[in-house]
């Protein structure tokens, strides 16, 4: 009878301590953590602003269309005033005035959209920049210790695969890192800006709505 052994491979393998590994990147890790941090803010804040800024009722819309069309401009102001968000500042316009023309309201909800969305958009531009800063700030960490790596192998004539390697694996943490960051920072720009076009668009056609109405009415 033969016996069967199992043989058990004990050998432990080496393991990767991220942070510890993210030391090893160099003096570039500063700026990099900084972005990273100045990013996070950015897009925690924009979340929460434009969740808030950028409902839009349909139900409300309606409701203002019946109450300028019936002449009750008070409640369409009061109906404004009690919406807290960019919807409300923009059409509030539309209630202020009941002899202004159309073409007069259509100016003021126009010039009021313009100073709503540059508030939606504030500080989207950071995130746009930090797309673009992390992942060069990364490569040029990378770049730098790449620099050191062949100019300690010239002095020290040491160029064994071991020295090289470990050099360019701890260097290229800062070019990851810095990706990292950029790809963050750009996908946080655009889904913001998606949001924004679509409440433009949107605004867009519930002004279209609102001066048809009102036309028709004033007939």
């Known amino acids: 009878m033969h016996s069967l052994f199992l043989q058990v491979d004990t050998t432990v393998k080496p393991s990767i301590d991220i942070f510890a590994l993210l030391m090893k990147g160099g003096v570039v890790m500063i700026p990099l953590a900084i972005l990273s941090l100045i990013a ?6 924009r979340l929460l602003f434009l969740g808030k800024n950028t409902k839009i009722s349909e139900s409300n819309h309606k409701a203002l269309i019946q ?3 019936s002449g009750n401009y008070d409640a369409a ?3 404004c005033s009690k919406t807290d968000s960019s919807w409300g500042r923009i059409f509030i ?5 009941k002899n202004q023309s159309i073409d007069e309201l259509d100016r003021m909800m126009e010039e009021a959209a313009n100073v709503e969305v540059a508030r939606l958009e504030k500080g989207m531009n950071y995130l746009s920049m930090i797309a673009g800063i992390a992942p060069l700030l990364g490569f040029i960490g990378t770049i730098i210790g790449v620099i050191t790596i062949f100019f300690d192998i010239s002095t020290s004539s040491d160029i064994s695969i071991a020295v090289i390697s470990e050099g360019l694996y701890k260097k290229m943490v800062s070019s990851a890192t810095g990706l990292v960051v950029g790809i963050i920072a750009y996908a946080g720009y655009h889904l913001f800006q ?18 048809v109405a009102m036309k028709a009415s004033r007939k």
Not at 194 to 211: M, R, T
């Open 40 to 45: 996070v803010i950015l897009i925690l804040e």
């Open 93 to 97: 316009f539309a209630a202020t005035d």
């Open 67 to 69: 109450h300028l069309t």
């Open 194 to 211: 998606n949001s924004v076009d679509g409440f433009v668009a949107k605004i867009q056609e519930q002004a279209l709505q609102l001066k």
């Open 77 to 79: 102001a009061q109906l």
